[in-house]
């Protein structure tokens, strides 16, 4: 059975067993105990893109540095939901964090052995976690020394990133898709140093379509130099092919499952929506608010990844 299954397998007993009754299991028997697993290396590898000097794509082939490109970008003042956005505030101890340093790691570890800059964040279906989870990690990202990520909110139909973090929803990515706007006017920064966000953008009439017309893919290589890790928040891939389409042009693929609540069937179907090439990990996201917010939810497995694109 590979890992993925096995995660699967794990989110659907768990909950079989709290619509039985039964007691939920604690903290310390989740699988977050599990040291083979979740163990940070001391040291990250060094970032993968170029953070200093000159930019290495045709379209940045200038003697600009990256910053002076970067500077470019529109400051917003940015009011985020400091008790979902847990790096965002002075308090790194709150739960959840230490997942998401784990989750960091076990990311660049896969980058070892894989190309793997541009990453999907989708689930089966709406309030799973995909927007808390992508938010999350891109913060995390930027906390270590000299590491820059670019967050995009790429659910169009739905879009909740910009909330999340407390700015304005355009212009965006609908606006670049169309034509609008260009790759600068449309990457925010806020207060989080090295942390840059796309908004989905406004008035979107036709989500599959804007996603399917290629810009997409062109945005990502403009852009891709710029960052080392690229965090796109994705719809949910059952009910709309969008999910789908944003995967054809992204590295890798994180399915987020809620414990308790996404039926394994669904998830299954969802996961089948993506080649095993992609996929690259499961997030158990199993908070129970009442009981124990963020204590457990975050679990993970790895497939055994496959060789890098060329
Ligand atoms: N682990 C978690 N702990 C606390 N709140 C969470 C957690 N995961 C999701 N939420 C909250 O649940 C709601 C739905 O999550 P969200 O990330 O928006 O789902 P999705 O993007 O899959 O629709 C949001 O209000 C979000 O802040
Ligand atoms: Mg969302």
């Known amino acids: ?13 768990e909950r079989a067993a ?18 083979p697993v979740f163990t940070e290396t001391p040291a990250d590898p060094a970032p993968a893109a170029p953070s200093t000097a000159r930019v290495g794509m045709p379209a940045f082939a200038s ?52 190309t793997l800059k541009t990453l999907l964040v989708t689930s089966a279906l709406p309030k799973e976690g995909k927007t808390f989870t992508s938010a999350n990690l891109a913060q ?23 909330l999340s973090l407390g700015t304005a929803a355009g212009p965006g990515l609908s606006e670049y898709l169309q034509g609008k706007n260009d ?43 710029l960052f080392d890790w690229i965090i796109i928040d994705s719809p949910p891939a059952i009910p709309v092919s ?13 399915l987020v499952v809620r414990s308790n609540s996404t039926p394994s069937d669904i998830a299954r179907k969802a996961r089948q929506e993506f080649p095993d090439q992609v996929l690259v990990g499961v997030v158990l996201n199993g908070t129970s608010e009442e009981a124990a917010p963020y204590a457990r939810y975050y679990y993970e497995s790895y497939k055994t990844p496959t060789p890098a694109k060329s």
């Open 1 to 13: 059975m590979s890992r993925i299954h096995e995660a699967l397998k794990k989110a659907e007993q």
């Open 18 to 35: 709290t619509q039985g009754g039964a007691v939920q299991p604690s903290f310390a028997t989740a699988p977050v105990a599990d040291p």
């Open 63 to 114: 003697p600009f540095s990256i910053d002076t490109l970067l500077a470019r970008c529109p400051q917003r003042d940015w009011k985020p939901d400091l008790s979902t956005m847990l790096f965002m505030n002075d308090d790194d101890s709150m739960r959840g964090t230490e997942e998401f340093r784990t989750l960091r790691s076990r990311l660049y570890h896969m980058r070892e052995k894989m």
């Open 140 to 162: 995390v990202i930027v906390r270590q020394h000299g590491r820059r990520a670019l967050l995009i909110d790429g659910d169009l139909r739905g879009p909740r990133l910009h």
């Open 183 to 225: 790759e600068f006017s449309i990457m925010q920064r806020g207060p989080m140093e090295n942390l840059f966000f796309i908004p989905s953008g406004t008035g979107i009439e036709d989500p599959a379509e804007l996603v399917g017309n290629g810009r997409l893919k062109i945005l990502l290589q403009r852009v891709e130099p």
């Open 242 to 254: 969008d999910a789908s389409l944003l995967a054809k042009a992204c590295d890798g693929v994180l």
